[in-house]
């Protein structure tokens, strides 16, 4: 072996294993060819073992909350909760519901009670979110009608909170759709984002109430409902038991803002993040009519594969039919009988057949008709400042949150190729590819990123004095940078969602030179506008980095991160004081 292939692999695997890291370099760099999006057909992952699935599942966790801007979680106001309107329907109790779930942010929704007094062990409870129907939590159809699996479920003995997605019915401090905007997305704020917190604390407003059993709460809604309920499931273990109708899928991952924040589904779709539910009971639906047609071959087979890794296999069906996109009633009643044997310990579905319902008048059921907001209501440019504020006071797990928002890791191997001064970097399985210049010399090497690539790297007098001093150098073609640059179609569908910004693949590209040359105190020279990718690479570097990268003219204002450094929640992650604290 050469000694630039001994670098280059950084192992001591042998030669086996140096030609194929060798072989992992592509020809071009998958970052600019493959480009998911909404309407990817994905493949599932496929898991040996336990161990290597719970190892995924925090490091999905992860993601999601920081997509979501939650990580970390934002500290949990008083819900000040309201609860008034009582309505005696024959099947059960209907009351209006305002929570706070944000200081000054009021979600909305309808309880739904038992009848009886609760038994002893007190009532189970579900949380009821809504897809994008025209009357949301109040729509009522043949295809769906989320009212009428609420009181079924009252009727059987749950306790039943139906909540309005953001924007819709009397939740209506923000619009349904924000969160495209490049600020917003610096901070993670966004309608995905507030509708998880939304259900979060959804959550939290159910645990507390006196009839309802705090360790027995489930989770169903249907479509974008489905979306909710799978993403609070990943992320909120108190989900015991749930029901995602018609959205479990490989083919779409869902059409709306608020089931697509940036970074969300980087390297995973919707039925990875469904399986998170594993071990606990969860029965997933799907339709000939829509995106869950391969429901039968495809995504339950994959969920399935994760619960037989727990033992659990029974713990997990699947209900398929020929219908259009709905959670009509055939589907509500398969949800009926699931959560009937394994909540209920009732094993006879014919027992928790549907029954018609009586629907309350609309106004009835508003919970602003002839109300009003409370007076501390902000705002939707208010609620973003509060959203800002509370993540500025957040400062503790400042190098795991910057990490997450630069979706970096620092790659166990890196393969190599080239001969002479010409070489090209990438990360094993990863497809991505890094022109470089390695010029040999004393150690330990200097590694120096320029905007302008590698070429121009050279020309400069800081690599002139390093050279002139026989030192070894590593010059990199940074993502897009230098003669790396190449077409990248950002137009395909919720881009950001699947996929980096160029910049947080400039900071994933100087981690794996660094990680190349797999030496102590790497001097790290970032030139010009190449100083801040430099920064944030040394910030969130496991190995330490003898920085040298002048930031006097960025400031990290939100303009100069749109303009320079435009990474979708990087300030929500503290951004430039968070990476001086890390340099520190």
């Known amino acids: 072996m050469s000694r630039l292939l001994n670098i280059g692999l950084a192992t001591s695997m042998g030669l086996a294993t ?180 939304n259900s979060i604390r959804a959550i939290d407003f159910l645990e507390k109430l006196p009839d309802v059993n705090p360790r027995m709460i489930g989770a169903t809604g249907a479509s974008g409902g489905a979306t909710q309920t799978y993403y609070v499931s990943a992320v909120d273990d108190r989900v015991r038991f749930s029901a995602p109708a018609n959205m479990v899928s490989l083919l779409m991952q869902g059409g709306g803002l608020c089931e697509n924040a940036p970074g969300l589904r980087l390297g995973t779709n919707n039925v990875e993040i469904a399986a998170m539910m594993a071990p606990r ?125 630069l979706a970096v890791e620092w790659p166990a191997q890196v393969a190599s190729k080239g001969t002479g001064e010409r070489v090209f970097l990438g990360r094993l399985g990863k497809g991505d590819r890094i022109p470089a210049i390695w010029i040999n010399g004393s150690k330990p090497a200097a590694l120096v990123v320029h905007p302008g690539g590698a070429e121009a790297a050279r020309m400069d007098p800081a690599v002139t004095r390093l050279l002139q001093a026989g030192r070894a150098v590593l010059l990199i073609d940074a993502f897009q940078t230098g003669a790396a640059v190449e077409p990248r179609d950002r137009s395909v569908k919720m881009f950001l969602t699947f996929n980096k910004s160029d910049d947080a693949n400039r900071v994933q590209d100087i981690i794996t030179a660094l990680a190349w040359l797999k030496q102590p105190k790497t001097q790290l020279i970032g030139l010009g506008k190449a100083a801040v990718w430099c920064a944030f690479a040394a910030a969130v570097s496991p190995a330490d980095v003898d920085l040298r990268a002048d930031l006097s003219g960025f400031q990290g204002t939100d303009e100069q991160f749109v303009k320079d450094f435009f990474v979708p929640g990087i300030q929500r992650a503290g951004g430039l004081r968070a990476a001086r604290q890390l340099l520190q």
């Open 281 to 405: 009971p969860m029965i997933i639906s799907g339709s000939t009519g829509d995106w869950t047609r391969n429901l039968r071959a495809e995504e339950y087979p994959a969920v399935r594969a994760i619960y037989d890794l727990y033992g659990k296999t029974q713990d997990v069906e699947m209900f398929f039919q020929d219908a259009p996109h709905n959670y009509n009633k055939p589907n509500r009643e398969a949800t009926y009988a699931f959560f009937g044997k394994q909540v209920l310990h009732e094993a006879d579905a014919s027992k928790l057949k549907e029954q018609t319902i009586r629907m309350e008048k609309l106004q009835d059921m508003i919970v602003l008709h002839d109300r009003k907001l409370p007076a501390t209501a902000l705002t939707f440019p208010q609620l973003f400042a509060e959203w800002r504020l509370r993540a500025d006071q957040q400062t503790s797990d400042l190098r795991e949150r910057l990490t997450a928002a």
């Open 18 to 197: 140096g030609l194929l890291a060798l072989a992992q370099v592509p020809a071009r760099d998958s970052r600019n060819t493959d480009l998911p999006n909404v309407d990817t057909h994905f493949v599932p992952r496929t898991y040996k073992t336990l161990a290597e699935w719970e190892d995924r599942k925090r490091t999905l966790r992860t993601q999601i909350l920081s997509a979501a801007g939650l990580l970390p979680m934002f500290p949990k106001n008083d819900l000040h909760p309201q609860i008034f309107g009582r309505i005696q329907n024959r099947d059960c109790f209907i009351e209006k519901v305002l929570i706070e779930t944000l200081p000054g942010y009021f979600l909305a929704g309808n309880l739904y009670r038992p009848l009886q007094p609760a038994p002893p062990g007190r009532y189970p409870a579900v949380i009821s979110p809504h897809g994008h129907w025209s009357y949301g939590r109040l729509e009522n159809t043949e295809i769906v009608s989320v009212p009428a699996r609420a009181i079924n479920l009252a009727r059987q003995g749950y306790v039943v909170f139906s909540y309005d997605m953001v924007g819709y019915n009397d939740t209506i401090q923000t619009p349904h759709d924000f969160g495209d905007a490049p600020v917003e997305q610096l901070w993670g704020f966004s309608a995905f984002g507030l509708q998880l917190w």
